[in-house]
């Protein structure tokens, strides 16, 4: 998948990787520079931001476009980032809040709404599932909010420091960082342990 204006108008393309065939375009959504494709895991959509700070979802086999979510604020270098779950059915991705803050927001295909997972507290970004789709990976600063206004002149930039956090996404699921308690059941050898 690829974004070209050959025809004249911005448009998705999409070809088989060997070259055999015609591509096939699809029409965008709006009259808008887009960028960053991402495939979701399944094949069937891709999702697609635009320079209006729109990121949307594009059905491959339809050319039907959804619009996901529009972000808050256009600071450079901060983007959506978004991410597909490995199932195919959630959108992980990053989105300014009024205090210029970056939350970590989880969109859910099936229901069509996006929730926000993080605080706002700190600045949240990269997110990332793990290859079962428990757990959701994700940079986060509590140092930023110095570092908010990116058309300071007047000022040398602060550092940021940033850790790795993980969110468990379902209640069922255990924490992979919960310490040990002692009165776990012994395992095999051959448990992998």
Do not use: C
């Not at 901060?78 to 205090?99: C, G, M, N, T």
């Not at 940033?162 to 059941?185: C, H, K, Q």
């Amino acid at each position: 998948a690829w974004l070209s204006d050959a025809g004249g108008e911005y448009q998705l393309v999409i070809a088989e990787q060997t070259g055999v065939s015609k591509p096939r375009t699809i029409a965008l959504p709006s009259k808008a520079f887009f960028s960053a494709p991402v495939w979701s895991p399944d094949g069937r959509q891709l999702l697609l931001e635009d320079n209006h700070l729109g990121l949307w979802a594009i059905d491959v086999a339809s050319g039907a476009a959804v619009k996901l979510d529009t972000d808050t604020y256009d600071d450079p270098g901060r983007r959506f980032e978004a991410v597909w779950s490995p199932d195919s059915q959630w959108i992980a991705y990053s989105k300014s809040l009024d205090s210029h803050m970056r939350a970590i927001f989880l969109y859910s295909i099936a229901d069509k709404r996006a929730h926000q997972v993080t605080d706002g507290l700190s600045d949240a970004t990269a997110p990332a599932f793990d290859a079962s789709g428990k757990y959701l990976y994700f940079l986060a600063s509590t140092n930023y909010a110095l570092r908010i206004s990116w058309l300071e002149m007047s000022s040398v930039d602060r550092p940021v420091t940033r850790a790795i956090y993980l969110a468990v996404l379902a209640a069922s699921d255990p924490s992979p960082l919960l310490p040990e308690t002692g009165d776990e059941p012994l395992r095999s050898a051959g448990d992998g342990a």
